[in-house]
């Protein structure tokens, strides 16, 4: 069975600190990693990485895949009570499937 | 930016009514998905469509279920007789159509109650 495994499920610091979220897989037809931001509804994508070793920024946030062990972690630096929010891990199988991990619920208090 | 809309954001119903979630993507796309999250779990997925048809189906999608995009610009959702599990929130999503642009753009979701 596919299985997306993100860790923490839950992360609390506070403003400035850096974070670093995991997410491990183990699935068939494996294409990209993608990583979403969910704040109130909508996941609001941040990253896909199809290639390892290779880092992906944006401002604070980058993030980076291992495709030997199977993981994706991402980091946050000088986090800001705006990066609070639900953080999803989610692998692409082919063109059209995505599975996704659980989540991880970051909240990041002044 | 474009955006994928979804109407309505919230929906009460009856169990054993039919439901039609509606959702409107980015103009130029080409696949088009739909997504559940019951509350407290996992995004998982349900059906894609491309090209006037299913082209995947998860086993959560099973004949209470149908998807049709009955114009140039719509793609619904169909729930023939609810149940109370099927309460949660249907996100739409889609993509374009040429290679590599795999990033799916999400709805902001529509929220179903089944009572």
């Known amino acids: 069975e596919d299985k997306v495994v993100q860790s923490p499920l839950s992360l609390v610091v506070h403003e400035g600190d850096t974070v670093t979220l995991n997410c491990s897989y183990e699935v068939t037809n494996f294409r990209s990693l993608l990583w979403y931001k969910q704040e109130k509804k909508a996941p609001t994508f941040l990253f896909m990485l199809?290639?390892?070793?290779i880092e992906k920024k944006s401002g604070r946030l980058s993030s980076i895949l291992d495709k030997k062990e199977l993981f994706s972690i991402l980091n946050i630096t000088a986090t800001q009570t705006g990066d609070s929010a639900v953080y999803l891990c989610a692998t692409l199988q082919g063109a059209q499937k995505l599975v996704f991990g659980q989540g991880t619920r970051l909240t990041i208090n002044p | 930016e474009p955006e994928v809309t979804q109407t309505p954001s919230h929906q009460v119903t009856q169990m054993g009514q039919e439901v039609i979630l509606r959702c409107v993507p980015i103009?130029?796309?080409?696949?088009f998905y739909w997504y559940r999250q019951i509350l407290g779990q996992k995004v998982e997925f349900l059906v894609s469509?491309?090209?006037?048809?299913?082209?995947?189906k998860s086993e959560i999608f099973d004949d209470q279920f149908s998807v049709e995009r009955p114009d140039g610009s719509n793609f619904t959702l169909k729930i023939r007789s609810t149940k109370l599990e099927d309460s949660a929130m249907y996100f739409c999503a889609s993509r374009a159509v040429r290679s590599g642009a795999n990033v799916l753009t999400f709805g902001a979701g529509s929220r179903l109650t089944v009572l």
């Open positions: 469509f491309y090209n006037n048809e299913i082209s995947e």
């Open positions: 103009s130029n796309h080409l696949y």
């Open positions: 199809t290639s390892s070793g």
